[in-house]
């Protein structure tokens, strides 16, 4: 019987043998695994700060942009108080048509003019005839 007890030792120590092994092969390829998941998630962390950075300065670029628009509508609402309202747009329109610039002469149309009737005058002259002196 002791035969048996050894062959039966030497059989289940060696199937703990065998069987730890095996853990320890499981072990080793768990370990490995998890050292490509630390690393995968290392990358993945580094261009998810990269990202975050990058949103950012894209978020800061356009409050700046959008503080300039800003700036630029008060410009023009500025603008738009010193424009003429529209009262008085009516009133130069009145007086524009009161006046009729359009009916103005320039200042050779005039010299024109005014040569125009001396000449018409000395000719009515010439043309009189001579009264008669009479004594």
Known sequence: MPEQY??????VLSDLNTRTRTLEGKYNILGERLL???QNMIE?????IQE???HEDDLNELRKEIE????????????IDSFAKKENIKVLEKYINLWNP???VTEQEVEDLI???LEQKKGDIVDRPKEKKSK
Not at 6 to 11: A, F, G, V
Not at 68 to 79: A, C, G, M, R, V
Request: no cysteine; aromatic share 8%.
């Open 52 to 54: 975050t950075k990058t």
């Open 115 to 117: 040569k125009k009737q």
């Open 102 to 104: 359009l009916n103005f």
């Open 6 to 11: 050894e062959t039966d030792l030497n059989y």
């Open 44 to 48: 993945e962390y580094k261009k998810l």
């Open 68 to 79: 300039n628009l800003k700036d630029i509508l008060k410009q023009i609402l500025k603008e």
């Open 36 to 38: 490509v998941v630390n």
